[in-house]
């Protein structure tokens, strides 16, 4: 059995999760929440960064971060990342942006949270800002290409996990004058195995 560290505001626990689904592993993790103290501490001590998410292995090692956990989960069940060639390349790619945006989106979240009381940095706001605009303009030309590869591979549910977490922290109004980006966004959420079972609340 594996043991991940969750919760369930973390887009980064969520795309574990949505990969698990997909590689068919999910009803091999128990969720180790707060409420367990000795068993998250416990994990949390094999990272020295203190993020999450941590996966503990059936074999008691464990792993972080998501990039990592994902590639594992490939190897076990496969079906997120191409084994080669250049599909592998287009997923790891299009899985790295959107990775940046997910970032971007949470730079934004924390400048606001630990701000001390204080006004967040304009010039850092505006500069996340920008990533997230940019990435999304080009994703709404860009997604026609998303469907070659086919299936929900780890691009995909990197990016709906992204978008979902836009709209979950009010960080962006994102579908607005995108549509095909929100078509593509409704599709994820009605197809994609465990979508509904991981929404944050």
Not at 176 to 187: A, D, H, M, Q
Request: net charge negative.
């Amino acid at each position: 059995m594996y043991k991940l560290i969750f919760s369930p505001a973390s887009p980064y626990v969520r795309k574990i999760r949505l990969a698990a689904f997909a590689a068919g592993l999910d009803a091999k993790i128990e969720l180790v929440t707060e409420d367990n103290k000795d068993e998250n501490e416990l994990i949390r001590s094999q990272n020295p960064l203190g993020k999450i998410p941590i996966l503990k292995k059936p074999d008691g090692d464990c792993l972080f971060d998501s990039r990592v956990i994902i590639d594992h989960f490939n190897r076990e069940g496969g079906g997120l990342i191409p084994k080669s060639g250049k599909e592998r390349d287009i997923i790891l790619t299009r899985s790295a942006l959107a990775e940046g945006l997910i970032d971007a989106s949470l730079l934004v979240v924390y400048s606001q949270r630990y701000a001390g009381g204080e006004t967040p940095s304009k010039t850092w706001l505006d500069l996340q800002v920008g990533k997230i605009d940019s990435t999304l303009d080009f994703l709404e030309t860009d997604l026609v290409n998303w469907s070659s590869p086919p299936g929900f591979n780890a691009a995909n549910i990197g990016l709906g996990v992204a978008l979902g977490y836009l709209t979950f922290r009010s960080v962006r109004d994102w579908d607005t004058k995108r549509p095909f980006l929100e078509e593509w966004y409704n599709n994820v959420a009605l197809k994609l195995p465990g979508f509904i079972e991981t929404v944050p609340n």
